[in-house]
């Protein structure tokens, strides 16, 4: 190994890498065989986390950041000037099981910039997960991100290695898109979302009646949107990333807030914020949509495009929607339940599970741990002292801020556990 | 008062067990269970030594797990939090498990319930994170070692995890605190008992127990987690949450911050 060599290459294809948010390890069933290294079932592991509080987890890096393509949000571009390398296969796949023997990472996410073509690219991006697999039986994570037109049959090949697969949609409007990656075509990226879908639904279907049927994709497949590169608001942001969920069936859709890269007309300047409370509240509203029972027009219609800043969108929701509350916490359903703001799905599990042995009041609850200070003023319980009184939204709001801004503004990160 | 005592037990899980299963055969009022290393005996109550016994260990184990899974785990992972009174703690526990009717629904809004369950939380997620903050390092012997330190004894906890992922190589990882590793040597995990001269914290200084291709890799993944850090980005709180700073020292990222 030409160590100076690899720590060069490593550095330019590591950090040309970084923007890419999602770092999930998880969802996938792959255990360890014949005694091979690694296991990818059950539950991701983050080994580490980045000063800036991401979570790290897999070895994500770029097989090279040349690239034919300009795309303007993107470091990698053809007209940054910046330094530019290549690895090699056997490189690659060196750095991996060597990081994964030392307990440093869950598996590898390999990504690229576009040397030649689509395909030329894809096919080397599937030789490194195929030499893991099949030559050192690695049975780690292995996360491809797919070349925007890529072949079928190249995208098929990749799922039969890969534990997920992702197309990045980076530009959530097709406007955007065009004016910020005029290479591209919408098509582009969908046609291989369409191939995965495809592929996970008919291997779902055959292993029902062939148990040896090749594993394919097992995490499935996700995509990454960059918020406030365009003008885009949250409701475009939400409504296609819903579709995304749909049509396609994505496991998870990642929102990126933009980091200015480049001094371009089209785009915020170098220097700008990133928006990364704006980040924050779409992953609510996400995890809203897939765990909350919510639907996105509740959240976000035209009167409300975008969400709002100074609370969470479960809060601001319920502040809109008062003739809900007060919910009486012993009687009511689940689904209600987890609207109540400040109400986790741990604490609904709990409450359930409580108020089979007793009616609760404010005491029980707090013993059982949930957080009262903004849940207080949506429910009723075996007590007469209701926090709400005759307040209304406006200065429920507002006492709610006064006892929790500190809190809930420093915490910027999507990697938090929501709504403890 | 008739029949109080305090036992005395190995100090292991199975010698705990089993003086579970002594006081509820015997009916005894049990004013304390203590490991035998304790020796702070209460003064008024007589006591009892317990001979750790597997078979009777194994049938409180079944006992408990057939009323709840969910208890099983409570009260081994809150055992391992080596808590001063923890066994006391948990014969209660397992007392109103057994005398309730549906071990499944455990009643959060009682105080022991919710301690051990915290307990074992607290455990669970030092479990966790050990799973996630062992780093290896290669020997010269080809064995992958790696210290540990960690607030409760959790290597029982953890072995399946390592022998699971790697079972194509020799790994060792050895609690600092508490004397003891466990090594898997290809064929299964041996509880192994060291007592190290040096201790190998990720200090910049080089020891030559490891082979030199050893620190090029920690120097190659040392660089990747910096470069991995989005400067205009930064959240040096958060970080510290998830890596809280006791655990550095063995961290072969934070060489340097160490
Ligand atoms: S094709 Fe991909 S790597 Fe190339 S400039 Fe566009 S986004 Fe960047």
Redesign the interface.
Known sequence: ?N?DR??EK??IL??A???DVSCASSGSNR??TN?????ASKMG????????????SL??ILLTNHCIFDCAYCVTRKSNDVKRAAFKIQEVVD?TI??Y????IEGLFLSSGIFKNADYTMERLIAVAKKLREEE?FNGYIHLKSIPDTSDELMYEAGLYADRLSVNIEVPTISGLKLLAPDKKHEDFTKPMLKVKNELLRFKNERKIIKSTPKYAPAGQSTQMIVGATGETDKDIMYSATYYYKKYHMKRVYYS?Y?PVAEDSRLPSIGSQ?P?LRENRLYQTDWLLRFYGFAVNEILDKEHPNLDIDVDPKLSWALRNMHHFPVDVNTADKRMLARIPGLGMRSVE?IV??R???K?NWD?LK??GVALNRAKYFMVCDSRNWERRDLDAEKIKGMILQTSSGKFR????N??ALFN | MENTKTLIYDGSFNGFLTAVFIAFEEKINVSDIQRNSHGQNGLFSETETIFTDVHKAKRVWNGIRNKSHNAISNVYFAFLSETDGIELMLFTYIQKLMASKNGK?????D?IV?RISQLARSVGREK?RM????????TKDEI?F?NIEPDFDVLPLISKHFR??????QWLIYDVKRKYGIHYNLEHVELVSLNLKEVHFNKVHKSDAFLS?EY??Q???N???K?????????????T???PKRYWKY???KKETA
Do not use: P
């Open positions: 190994m160590f690899i720590q490593l550095n590591a950090d890498a970084k923007y255990t360890n005694k091979g290294l690694g296991d592991i983050c080994h580490s986390y980045t000063e800036d509080g991401r979570c790290v070895l994500k750095l060597n990081f023997r030392r307990n440093y039986n807030g980091v990133v990364m709990k599970n409580a089979r042995f007793r609760l029980h013993k059982i420093s915490q910027y990160s990697q938090l | 629904q455990l009643d959060y809004s105080g919710l966790h799973e996630a903050f062992v780093r290896f390092q290669l992958y790696a699971n992922r790697y079972a194509d190589q291709e090029d890799y120097t190659l993944w660089d990747y987690f470069s991995t850090n989005i400067k205009s980005r930064i959240n040096r709180k958060l970080h949450q998830h890596v961290l072969s990222e």
